[in-house]
């Protein structure tokens, strides 16, 4: 359990360095992704995001756990 909670706080760490290129990134503005706006209101729904980032990351942990 220590291990784990070890390696999850250091990918937040790199994350968290890794910031300003990430956020450079076209994420959360792909075609499919859902913006309502309106006078008072606005609604963000990222699907083609969430998809995105779920095929990589299965991806990553598939080719990790081999």
Avoid: H
């Amino acid at each position: 359990m220590a291990k784990t909670l070890i390696i999850i706080g250091l990918i937040l760490v790199a994350a968290g360095l890794a910031w300003p290129w990430l956020a450079k990134l076209p994420l959360g503005r792909l075609p499919g992704d859902i913006i309502i706006r309106r006078e008072n209101f606005q609604l963000y729904l990222p699907i083609t995001t969430c998809i995105v980032v779920s095929l990589v990351l299965s991806l990553l942990l598939r080719l990790l756990g081999k």
